[in-house]
């Protein structure tokens, strides 16, 4: 075995040794990596193989759901009114939006039954700006959780979204009284409620999950979202018919299919017509679209949005909490 190399001074007379590498059990530092997988040891937060980073997100569906609950209940214990807000908040919207829109700018031309138009669409549209709001702040606001627990980090996002599925559940008991009270029949087209509020849920789940990466490295972005979900929307129907639109849009054909393919507007749509008979019905021209290519959108969006935004947040797995 070679000698230590020696440190000399400037007169040449040597001053010191470098010391051997630490050994264990007679094994040099530079095998421990072949020792630590020899016995099967990993890093504590290493990323897992995707298949067993679902297995252990599917294993917690319970966490999630009971995380989610007791966020709900919790959100509301200071304030007087409790989890009437959860009801009263999109209730003076819609009371905020008529004024403005429904009356002073008479917006509501074209749409025979604008007050059930007006209160579907904001209640709809709600579910997604705040589950997108929630998610950009699910990982930056658990930190403490995230250092302390090992647990699939996705679990959090996808908590704030259920959070936010909890309070729609209970708004649409009202949404459903408001549209029987303006005279729309109860009929078998409200069972696609279900799957809408399904895919829709699935949408929001993958948006979260993509700003949940970006809110926990890019904390400004919390910043940009208010403005961001305006824009969005504005130009997602939820105040005014689309359709009115389009004679005016006519020699700009590219910017109404991209707004046909806007993600917020096809579940407007598919909401009211479902709920709405009159808007179902009616000869509102409604950019060219027929339930079936509604419900294709709506699912693909769902799948895009979904697989991208898991895919998304799965590669940065290792980089959450720390800092």
Known sequence: MSH????????GEPVGTIAEPPRMNGMSSESLAEFAARHGLTQSAARPRLRTYIGQVWQRRTFIWNFASAKTTSMYTSSRLGQLWQVLTPLLNVGVYYLIFG??????????DFMPFLVTGVFIFTFTQ????????????NLSLIRALHFPRASLPFSYV???????????IVLFIIVLAFGEPLTLHWLLIVPILALQLVFNMGVALVLARIGAFTPDVQQLLPFILRTWLYTSGVIFALGE??????????????LKL????????????????SYRTTDLPRWGWSDSNLWWYA?????????????????????????
């Not at 009356?103 to 025979?112: A, D, F, I, P």
């Not at 705040?130 to 606001?141: D, F, I, L, Q």
């Not at 639109?245 to 991209?258: N, P, V």
């Open 4 to 11: 230590p190399e020696r440190l000399s001074s400037s007169g």
């Open 103 to 112: 009356l002073l700018m008479n917006t509501k031309r074209g749409v025979s």
């Open 130 to 141: 705040r589950s997108v709001t929630a998610g950009a702040k699910s990982v930056s606001n």
């Open 162 to 172: 259920i959070i936010e599925l909890q309070q729609l559940l209970i708004s649409m």
């Open 245 to 258: 639109f389009s004679k005016r849009l006519a020699d700009h054909s590219w910017l109404i299919e991209i």
């Open 262 to 277: 806007n993600p917020g507007s096809v579940y407007l749509e598919l909401a009211r017509t479902s709920l709405i008979e």
């Open 299 to 323: 699912i693909g969006w769902a799948i895009i949005a979904f697989a991208g935004g898991f895919w998304y947040f799965y590669r940065a797995e290792e980089r959450y909490g720390r800092g």
